[in-house]
């Protein structure tokens, strides 16, 4: 029977991305199947009382270190971009505009393309016509994303993974389930095969 995966995935998070770059190969090793969730982290956060990681000065200077040395150990690029935090809102509806658009694979290829503009080229990800390019840019109908992101269904859909996301335990991104049990981080990914492969 093959495992399912539930990718819940930030697109402002910078372990996001990263293991966004690793979980298809991930799943394919493990022949797992993965569903990818986007949910608002900033949400999580006020329900929660916590606050971003990057406010505390030593925590975000060491992140910096840290996350060069993933990126350097994954081989993908990553450039801090000029805009962080981002409200990545819009991103995460382009992502669910793009599965009503072009079907299920077209959420992860959304995402992996907003992941890479943003963390890679720093490109604003809170603009809609961005965003819209870089839907076209990997095959989608521009216009119709644009039509989609601001549908009441894809917003809801949004509120919904969100809403799960806290429900279920989640504090921080990515965060990642099989079954009820739960993954935190980049850096669990090796627990999470594990998981997935026994």
Same mark, same amino acid.
């Given at each position: 029977m093959t495992q399912t995966i539930?990718?819940?995935?930030? $697109?402002?998070?910078? &372990?996001?991305? $990263?293991?966004?770059?690793q979980i298809h190969a991930l799943a394919e090793r493990a022949g797992a199947s993965v569903v990818w969730r986007p949910f608002l982290l900033g949400a999580i956060f006020k329900a929660q009382g916590a606050s971003l990681?990057?406010?505390?000065?030593?925590?975000?200077?060491y992140m910096l270190q840290d996350l060069g040395r993933w990126s350097r150990h994954y081989g993908v690029p990553l450039n801090f971009p000029s805009r962080f935090p981002i409200n990545a809102v819009k991103g995460h509806r382009a992502a669910l505009a793009a599965r009503r658009v072009g079907g299920e694979g077209a959420l992860e290829?959304?995402?992996?393309?907003?992941?890479?503009? &943003?963390?890679?080229?720093?490109? *604003?990800?809170?603009?809609?016509?961005?965003?819209? *390019?870089?839907?076209?840019?990997? !095959?989608l109908d521009r216009d119709a994303i644009l039509t989609q992101m601001?549908?009441?269904?894809?917003?809801?859909? $949004?509120? *919904?993974?969100? *809403?799960?996301?806290?429900?279920?335990?989640?504090? !921080?991104?990515p965060s990642f389930f099989v079954g009820e049990q739960m993954f935190w981080g980049n850096d669990r990914l090796d627990f999470l095969e594990q998981a997935v492969s026994t």
């Amino acid at each position: 029977m093959t495992q399912t995966i539930e990718f819940f995935f930030e $697109l402002s998070s910078p &372990y996001s991305y $990263l293991a966004a770059t690793q979980i298809h190969a991930l799943a394919e090793r493990a022949g797992a199947s993965v569903v990818w969730r986007p949910f608002l982290l900033g949400a999580i956060f006020k329900a929660q009382g916590a606050s971003l990681p990057a406010s505390n000065p030593q925590k975000a200077a060491y992140m910096l270190q840290d996350l060069g040395r993933w990126s350097r150990h994954y081989g993908v690029p990553l450039n801090f971009p000029s805009r962080f935090p981002i409200n990545a809102v819009k991103g995460h509806r382009a992502a669910l505009a793009a599965r009503r658009v072009g079907g299920e694979g077209a959420l992860e290829s959304m995402a992996l393309a907003t992941y890479e503009a &943003y963390w890679a080229h720093d490109r *604003d990800i809170a603009d809609p016509e961005v965003l819209a *390019d870089i839907a076209q840019e990997i !095959g989608l109908d521009r216009d119709a994303i644009l039509t989609q992101m601001s549908a009441q269904e894809v917003k809801d859909e $949004l509120r *919904d993974h969100t *809403d799960a996301a806290l429900e279920r335990g989640v504090f !921080g991104a990515p965060s990642f389930f099989v079954g009820e049990q739960m993954f935190w981080g980049n850096d669990r990914l090796d627990f999470l095969e594990q998981a997935v492969s026994t």
